[in-house]
């Protein structure tokens, strides 16, 4: 047995999430992202193939509102809340936030999926605790990150827009729950959807990536630059404002113009970020070339989109159906959740900044994910191919979480704290 007292413990132990706001948070996370899949795999299953009897969701709750409800503003808000809970006191310059300011971010975007999931299974009042329990953990996780930017002794521009994009999506929620209450106000619950994606988790997405991917890359490639220029980020809230203003106008016919500009402008991002060595010896490391092949579902969820719309001028039909929005929701999302995550576990873990090998299954069953759910939408099963991608989505993450999560149940490997 070994009794060297300067060596860390690295038994697990549930009160070693509380070390750190990623631990909780990220483990929340995992939680969650199985359940809300699993939850649509049964219920898609059932549907096309009768296997068992699957609840109803609520009435006036459609299945396929409650799955946009899910995974929009509760399978990737705790991993979300655990990363800048992390870095913003770093972002400003500021004492790392202790664990009363993000324990109750925690227990609240847990017990708020968990109710909601229960609640979709045909208990209304469960599913109106869940909800308003997702709303107060939120609430609480946003007035942390903004306690910390008011100290601040300097603007910071990323953390900013991350606020921006959190407050969008509390307001999306809470206009979920306004729906909820109010059916017949059927926009309210129309502009939460929307706004889930396109107002809160694709500019947070491309925030933190906009700041954090050139200096990734600027670590690791020789000769690297860096190009992270505001007015792109201002240009991308800005075009996302327009197409959310024309989709909740139903002005469809102009949706082509934002989501053509920003095909044309994600494009343009990519081809300047990309990185280019003149050594031929440089290889480039898995956690960096998988951030980078995520990001190509950027500019390939926003020509499906322009396609989208220029097809709805000639036709007056949406003959992609979700297809666009599941190409960043999985596609884009899935694989940066596997990307960034994987990358900081590893480094606050004290481990090697690499894939693992279950980080790397994950990133490719992913791509074959998005893959499979965007084209549902262009076959005859519709809903069997539904079923296979929420199939694929666990089976790509089932690994992942569960080596993820006993890295947050044990304490550092290198003996430091967090």
């Known amino acids: ?25 990220f483990f929340v996370g995992a939680l ?60 400003l310059g500021q004492p790392s936030l202790d664990r009363w300011h993000y324990v109750p971010v925690g227990l609240g975007l847990l017990g708020g999926q968990a109710l909601t999931l229960i609640g979709l299974c045909g208990i209304p009042q469960v599913l109106h605790v869940g909800l308003f329990a997702s709303a107060i ?19 910071d521009w990323h953390a900013v827009s991350c606020l921006l994009a959190l407050t969008v999506g509390l307001v999306g929620l809470l206009l979920f729950i306004a729906w909820w209450h109010a059916p017949a106000k059927g926009l309210l619950g129309f502009a939460a959807l929307k706004l889930g994606i396109l107002g809160f988790l694709l500019p947070i997405y491309l925030t933190v990536v906009h700041r954090m991917l050139p200096f990734f890359a600027g670590n690791i490639v020789p000769g690297y630059r860096g190009w992270k220029p505001m007015w792109l980020l201002a240009a991308i809230w800005l075009l996302l404002a327009v197409h959310l203003v024309l989709e909740l106008t139903h002005t469809y016919a102009w949706l082509w113009l934002p989501d053509l500009a920003l095909a044309a402008l994600s494009c343009y991002w990519l081809w300047r970020i990309w990185p280019v060595s003149n050594q031929a010896d440089v290889r480039l490391p898995g956690l960096l070339i998988v951030l980078f092949i995520a990001l190509c579902w950027l500019p390939m969820a926003f020509a499906l989109y322009t396609a989208q719309s220029l097809l709805f001028v000639y036709s ?14 999985i596609g884009l999302f899935g694989s940066l ?44 099963d519709t809903w069997a191919w539904h079923s296979f991608a929420a199939l694929a989505w666990i089976v790509a993450f089932l690994p992942w979480v569960l080596r993820n999560a006993g890295i947050y149940l044990r304490p550092r490997a290198d003996g430091k704290p967090g």
């Open 32 to 91: 969650n992202v199985l359940a809300a899949m699993t939850w649509w795999l049964l219920w898609t299953v059932a549907l096309r193939w009768q296997l068992w009897p699957m609840p109803q969701p609520p009435s006036p709750m459609p299945a396929g509102w409650g799955h946009g409800l899910v995974m929009s503003y509760q399978v990737f808000t705790p991993f979300i809340f655990g990363f800048l809970l992390t870095v913003f006191p770093r972002w």
């Open 137 to 155: 953990g939120w609430l609480s996780g946003l007035l942390s990150l903004g306690s910390v930017l008011r100290s601040a002794r300097h603007r």
């Open 1 to 25: 047995m070994d009794r060297n007292p300067s060596r860390p413990s690295l038994l697990p132990s549930p009160a070693t999430l509380l070390a750190a706001p990623h631990r909780l948070l």
């Open 316 to 329: 007056g039909d949406f003959l992609l159906g979700r297809a666009p929005v599941h190409a960043l929701a």
């Open 337 to 380: 959740l596997v990307a960034m995550v994987t990358r900081v576990t590893q480094g606050h873990s004290g481990r090697p900044l690499a894939m693992s090998a279950t980080a790397w299954f994950a990133f490719a069953v992913v791509q074959a994910a998005a893959a499979m759910r965007v084209a549902a939408e262009l076959v005859n």
